[in-house]
């Protein structure tokens, strides 16, 4: 009997690597010849670059060459524009998801002269050591035309431009408020976070003739594969990007941000590998963020408590050289049933580097909004703001017509406010105490979008016993690695120990994005496809004539345990291909989404019980307690899973407390550090107690997993700021919560 | 990072020697503070004077009563030595309450008393500051300033000073004992760190070429109290909003002694003589802790985002008084 490897809860197989120091990060590679190269960022939010003044930093020590525009290969090639030993001109890349060629930042390094946000690259120095890299960047001097800056989304009163595919309307959402007797109109905003995944950014870019290698933290290598070859114009076939290991990216690697074009054209400049590692504060100004958002939202019920209308309306910043959206109102026709619903969402340019994806993008910012606003109706209710969301709970997906695949929401309530003790809660606010401190209790719903992408992998059996597979998406940290695995060995019966696992290189079959938390559902198919694919080739050769089974039909044969049998006799593949002289039998397969998703509407759901404590003779809040149930169908590796959701549940304390990137009138970045943006800190992070449904989705793909990466993030703000509404009576619709406001004047 | 020579001293005498009244060199003992500051490019020194293997790692109880570090005692050795533990628990905490294990494993002494502020203003090359390039202007007054100072202001920096450790030495009392081209001199602590005023350049006492060699705190008083209560954001790992070192003695329930000194809300390890004149003499109750609480943060000035932080200093001293009165 196979043993099973799927839902067990399952070491990282890379563990050792990590705790060890071997696993390789982009910048720890160190090529032959390599050098240096360190971006000078603009100094200014808004405005023009007159010039540089490059001369003193030409004669720091170790200089080697400055790329700047003035010699960057452009869009529109010109004589006083010589493009000496690099790449005549440059493309945009198209940008597209559905080409897998989405870039982070559409404009292209030195583009124009304008300078769009503070932090902007205007050069790039390329030394023969970093530090000498970085002591010649500080050298360069830029002259600029200041412009009046938009400092950011709460600075001004621009009500941007319509994303107009992000609008859903039905019913009568606004002759519903007007007729509603009960309702609420409240403003929510939350501040612009950053990502602060612990690896920096780092690219090592390097050129063999026409053909680029390029090292990059990334959680995309096909994606950066294909914006390069756009961008340079040359076929993917010679564009390489290889990432095997990276220290988390949130969001913000997942697709290709301006350093690496610099890099490489510098590469190809100066004929040598160049390895750019952006500073931390590099990190917060180019590479991505959470933008501000401000939402509108005008929910609406009867005096039973069942909704009458919602209407959410949302603002996002953007940048001058991009457009990004933010899907904030995305979760809401979905997660509540109610016949009149409309949601629209606008972008407000601002002089900031270019938004990007961050966990859970648009919903968990969404979620704030809606589960804040269902607490509110729920105290206008005099109800309990569970209660108020079981009257509301949707049967079947409201804004598709579709059944769900399967919403657990329910035992989700059931088991987490039964471990919370929520039944034990005074409504009163402040009516709980315990010695200096007020307790209060909220709680929140949580949800994501299940989604799956397409993906081809290779599987090799292998005649030394062992089993390998290949597929091009990568690991963020999640465990991509320790799932494509488990993969394996249940299907071959080989042990985990004996199955190596290729993933990070873009010339491998073409895999996903780690985004989305659509990894594990998309990737896993094509592994077991592959895997088929290898055993059904093995059982080919095996009947073949002179070989062990000869004689016998292919499909007679059984595989077990890493080891065909036809009743009488009884192989192992290492053993069969030895017999055979062969080095490997070997598959490959592709496996993508289907009719599926006509037939049914897959969502995951869960909630969040939030208990924070408040002293407000020291105006201290910290959050005392988490209970959550999650259902995300059935948990391929419980002990990744958990962590995911609980990673989440952390960063949701983030985005409630503590995070803000602040820019100041002059849209001047604030606090670009560790120590300036603060996140939770071990100290603050209480128990969190998960749990994880054990609810197999298996409309969705024979596994029955989707995705964990990002619903626990959802509903976790809200949860706070209504438990802190229970311990203090103040409404806080502005993330994250300062004690300042909370302070009695 | 700028290239820079380096030379390494083995005792006091060569330290000074070698430093001279040079002003492009600088000390370097930890370096937490100075090499994160090389790498911003804020502090640009052509020449360093690394003085750890000076011998000045002991903790010495003085025949006075009073306790005597040396430049070089780690924050981790100050604040487990069993006797600052007993008599100067206050310290300890505040010790404790600062930066992390791995910053207190190789910080020192001395280099925390030269701490310099966290404005990030200050810390960023291309942002006007008073106090690193004089007359540039400030970023701070006008910018975003929720973390900066309400007491001992001026209207060319509002930078807070961001050491614990001294906030709680200001309350004890201590002597700073510098050696340089002219000798060995000691500053009592309170005057060793400078209001801003008009020259915000001018953090401390010391004169070109000086070496802090120890902190001598003063005796501990007789059947003293100690606490030291730090406010903020995040349970850990982050500078003060406001904090309040209290050091209390009593006769039955009446304040007879207090020290009181704040931080994160000052521009200087900030004594209180206010508050301690409001408490003594007066009964140990929060009337009396609120009424010491007012009188300290009398002259008190908020800027944009600072406001909170008088009636959070506020909640530090009632909190810290009434923690410590109650041991």
Redesign the interface.
Known sequence: MTETVIGHRTARIDGELKLTGKADYAADHNLPNQVYGYPVPS?IACGKLLGLDLDEARQA?GVIDIVHRGNFPQLQPSDNNPACGAAARLYRSPSTMGEENKVGEVRLPFEDDGIHYEGQYIAMVIADTF?HA??AA?LVKARYEVHEAVPGLFYTDDEGEEAGDEAVSRGDPAGAFDAAPVKLDQTYTIAMETHVAMEMHASIAHWEGDRLTIYESTQGVVFQRNALAQIFGIPPEKVTVIAHYIGSGFGSKLFMWPHAVITAVAAQRVGRPVKTVLSRQQNFCNAGNRPASRQHMRIAADRDGKLLSIRHDSYNETSFVDEYTESIGSGTPRVYACDNVSVSQRRVKVNHGTPTSMRAPGEVSGSFALESAMDELAIALDMDPLELRRRNFADRDPSADLPWSGNHLRECWDDASRRFGWDQRNPQVGSMRDGHEIIGWGMADATWEAMRSHCSARVELRADGRVQVACGTQDIGTGTYTIVAQTASELTGVPLERIEVKLGDSMLPAGPLSGGSMATATVMPAVAGATRKAIERLKQLAVAEGAPFAGKEADALEFENGALSDGSQTLSFAELLDKLQRGMAEGEASAAPGEEKDKFSFRSFGAHFVEVRWDP????L?VARVVSTIDIGRAINPLTARNQVEGAIVMGMGMG??EAT?Y???G?I??NNY??Y?V?????IPDIEVELLDSPDYNFNEFGARGVGEIGITGMAAAIANAVYHATGKRIRDMPI???DL?EP | MRHFAYQRAGDVAEATALHGSDRSADFIAGGTNLIDMVKLDIMRPERLVDVNRLPLTAIESLDDGRLRIGALVTNTDLAYDERIQADYPVLSEALLSGASTQLRNVATTAGNVMQRTRCPYFRNPSRPCNKREPGSGCGALDGINRNHAVLGVSDKCIAVHPSDMCVAMAALGATVTVEGPSGVREIPFEEYHLLPGDTPEREHALSDGELITHVTLDAPITGAKGHYLKLRDRASFEFALASCAAVVTMDGDTVREARIALGGVATKPWRSFEAEAALSGQPASEATFKQAAEAALAGAVAHRDTAFKIPLAKQAIVRALTTVTAQ
């Open positions: 100094t020590p530090e970085r002591a500080r003779g020291i105006s201290r910290r407390l503590f602040e100041d009138p002059a001047n604030y606090n120590a300036d603060i939770p800190v071990h100290a603050d300062k004690i300042a302070m």
